[in-house]
């Protein structure tokens, strides 16, 4: 009877795997579909969002698409138009999701916890009323159709979304996470967060000096009481070293820093991207603005303007000076074939065709090999009427001395950063004009005597002053942005109020403003001289503030 059952059975229990297999692999591949399609959501629980559900924040909390496109939304009967972050449901609903009163309508909370879950009595203060749970299928009904989960039409203020299906995918995708996605770094009693810095290398003294400012002014802050009662914490990567692959930024990001301040940038990294793709905002660091702001970065919030935008405040300055009797006037741009030559050469043609100037004519070289009589017989062959320069001190300085383009006191103009060349007379340079992005020492007196009264609390001696400096501002507006964004923390709300930002004094530099659309707080400058017998600074303008 045993060899009997052995022979049928083994032929069946082959056609029964024959059977199985297939329907083991059409599970895999449908169940999660099936199973989202009827509210059992395949999501993860915890962990770093993915790509999709960072796609679906975007749309969340600014109201813009993968292809980079405002989200569109229209409300009642006549259609009224929204888009962008007009249209973000987080406009209405709250970065958290937590609901708000936006308009004096009750807006309900959308988080995870109550939109999957019934309601079972009606709260009409919450804009709460009684419905079934939510599930991708209800969902997509109330987002292009206005229809809740029980049937009932929403109100006219819940725009209808025509939102194509990738783009409803993310959004769902990041719905079923709203509310659980806690902030990295945001704890009951502190805050996480993070400078990237050159410990090592040629500029090892400027991070070391930073890194110390930065701490002693959260010493500061948290022997008050830290802000809303976190203690700020400040977490240091050595940004001359990469790590399996990751530079100083993406270590502390992987980390689980809440936000960055004060990092030292000479331009833009590579880790920039991940920074706007997750949304993570960098305070104020140390250097000037660079080509990421002005190809539309939004997470990296700079204090001073860097080439591009000087060298728009000297055109705009020549301009206003400018006797409309006499013929246009020729500019000559002169800049190394490097980031910031290029960055300065760019901002002066693109003001000098805002202006209906001709483009300025061009002389570039290798970096470190500037040919100062090359580029005076250049001059000379331009008849140039004003010349912007981009280079160093001693590169302008042989340049000076070549006077047969130089004479007759065509104005010169270069960056206020530049350091004074050693064994130059005053009087040579007095035809050079400077884009100073701060304001004259003497209009922030008080400001730099309490900045020296800090670094003597603190046993810091005067070392890389400019640098110091800019991270004593960068602190400063990092708590000040802390403050307004209230106890319940996290980083659209920072962002929200570093936008607030309307002429925040740091007390070292010029009124800080960012505004919705500007990342560089001092968009603009002054022009300044040395005196023709000392190196002290004169002013020739007030403050020029450059349009968008």
């Avoid at 010169?412 to 701060?438: C, D, H, K, M, N």
Wanted: hydrophobic share 40%; net charge neutral; proline share 6%.
């Amino acid at each position: 009877m045993r060899r009997l059952d052995r022979r049928v059975m083994r032929p069946q229990s082959r056609k029964w795997w024959l059977l199985v297999v297939p329907l083991l692999v059409l599970c895999a591949w449908a169940g999660p579909r099936l199973l989202r399609s009827h509210g059992a959501s395949s999501v993860r629980r915890g962990g770093p969002l993915s790509e999709p559900e960072l796609r679906g924040k975007a749309l969340f909390l600014r109201g813009v698409t993968s292809s980079g496109a405002p989200l569109v939304g229209r409300l009642g009967p006549e259609g009224v138009e929204l888009s962008g972050a007009d249209a973000a449901c987080g406009h209405c609903h709250g970065p958290r999701g937590r609901g708000t009163g936006e308009g004096g309508v009750a807006a309900p909370s959308i988080q995870a916890s109550r939109l999957f879950a019934p309601v079972s009595r009606a709260d009409a203060d919450t804009g709460q009323w009684e419905r079934p749970a939510y599930d991708d299928r209800s969902l997509t009904e109330a987002l292009r159709r206005g229809v809740a989960s029980g049937g009932r039409a929403l109100g006219p203020v819940m725009p209808r979304f025509a939102l194509p299906e990738r783009e409803l995918e993310d959004l769902l995708a990041y719905l079923h996470r709203l509310g659980e996605d806690g902030e990295p770094g945001v704890y009951e009693d502190r805050l996480v967060l993070g400078v990237a810095l050159p410990l090592s290398g040629r500029l090892a003294s400027a991070g070391k000096d930073v890194r110390a400012v930065l701490e002693a002014s959260f010493e500061e802050v948290n022997q008050q009481g830290g802000v809303f009662g976190r203690r700020l914490e400040l977490r240091v990567e050595d940004d001359s070293l990469t790590v399996e692959g990751s530079d100083a930024t993406g270590r502390l990001v992987n980390a689980g820093v809440f936000a960055l301040v004060g990092s030292l940038r000479t331009g833009p990294r590579e880790s920039d991207a991940r920074l706007e793709r997750e949304e993570i905002p960098l305070v104020a660091p140390v250097g000037l603005s660079d080509a990421h702001v002005e190809r539309g970065g939004r997470m990296i919030f700079y204090v001073y303007p860097g080439p591009e935008l000087q060298a728009r405040v000297a055109v705009q300055h020549l301009h206003g000076a400018w006797d409309r009797r006499h013929t246009e006037p020729v500019l000559a741009v002169l800049h190394p074939r490097d980031e910031a030559g290029e960055a300065w050469a760019r901002g002066a043609s693109t003001e000098a065709v805002r202006r209906e100037w001709p483009a300025p004519k061009t002389f570039t070289y290798a970096p470190g090999r500037f040919d100062a009589a090359e580029a005076a017989r250049w001059l000379e062959g331009t008849r140039a009427t004003a010349v912007l320069f981009s280079g160093t001190a001693d590169e302008l300085s042989a340049l000076l001395s070549g006077q047969r383009a130089t004479s007759g006191l065509v104005p010169i103009y270069a960056s206020g950063l530049l350091a004074r060349p050693e064994g130059t007379a005053a009087r040579a340079w007095e035809q050079v004009r400077f884009v100073q992005p701060s304001p004259p020492a003497e209009e922030h007196a008080a400001g730099i005597q309490e900045f020296e009264s800090f670094l003597r609390r603190h046993t810091l001696a005067p070392g890389n002053l400019a640098f110091q400096m800019n991270a004593y501002a960068s602190a400063r507006l990092l708590v000040e942005a802390l403050r307004r964004s209230g106890a319940d923390l996290n980083r659209a709300g920072l962002v929200s109020a570093l936008e607030s930002f309307q002429d925040v004094d740091t007390g070292v530099t010029g009124p800080i403003t960012f505004g919705s659309q500007g990342r560089v707080g001092l968009r603009g400058g002054f022009i300044v001289r040395w005196g023709a017998d000392s190196w002290e600074l004169t002013p020739l303008s007030d403050w020029i503030a450059l349009s968008p």
